[in-house]
């Protein structure tokens, strides 16, 4: 395991520095002026030298790639930079935002593994059955929904129609404190239409593995030996046909983040999702770098928490080998 880790390591040193760097040429290449982004409505009647004179003190006028190199030699020493649309240092706007879009993502990852697997379990018990039936078409409807159609979906229904769930935020208007309550009420929407949008996912491939599983030597002996179909399906089957759900961890965490953002924009959840998107729009370069190199980092720790799962759980394969 220390080997492999050591190895995923150094490979993710120069991916890393080529997303950066990847940021910064991007980010010198768009149409977004950051001079009128951080000077706000005060840019329209301010003059080219006043304009030319916070362009310089910002630093955008310099080449993007001696920008990366500045931000690059102080992230490594723990400066991260400071950001120009939200007048705080980097550290802190991620620090602020970092634990609200953990949280989302982690409640909505674990309800559709735990969900996918038993909607997925149910399935594969009778292939071609009635319950096989209608849990792949919803699988494969929701597969092709749109994760911010199913979010407005959502406020819709349950906010607007119902009154069940509050429509967004983290606390209630009124509220001055942050509460368990409140948080975990407000937590509930947004991470039930995040962990709606992974679940076809792992139902499809619990399903197929288990299916698979069942008709493997091992399953068939266990029947034959007269043991109960729950005790077969749960201590053989799903055993067995539950690792190939293990690779869908580190491929998954990209469209887990993207969707994370789609939520958090609509549901107003303080993550990352609005500095992402204030990062882009103002060209922030410390900040755009910061969470891109986040976001990267994060699919990286993904993949390679899938590869040490996978060699874990499946005798079959050495983690000297990966």
Known sequence: MARLAGRRALFAGPVLLAVTFGVFAIAAASPFDPVKAYAGTAALGADQETLDRLRANLGVDEPFWA?????LTAALGGDLGHSSVLRQPVTQVIGERLVWSALLCAVAFAVAVLLGSVLGVLAARRPGSLPDRAVTSLAYLLEAAPVFWIALLAVWLFALQWDLLPAGGLTDTASEHVTFGQVTSHLL???G???????????????????????EDPVRGARARGLAEHTVLLGHALRSGLLPVLTLIGSRVPELITGAL??????????????????????????????????????????????????LFDPRVKLSDM
């Open 189 to 191: 929407l947004p991470a």
């Open 193 to 215: 239409v995040l962990a709606v949008s992974q679940l076809p996912w792992f139902t499809l491939y619990v399903r197929q593995g288990v299916t698979d599983a069942l008709a």
């Open 67 to 71: 920008r990366w190199w500045d931000w």
């Open 262 to 311: 789609l939520v958090e924009t609509v549901f107003s959840w303080p993550g990352i999702a609005a500095a992402t998107v204030e990062a882009a729009t103002a060209v922030d370069f410390p900040l755009l770098a910061a969470l891109t190199t986040l976001a990267t980092a994060a699919v990286l720790l993904g993949n390679l928490l899938a590869d040490l799962l996978y060699g």
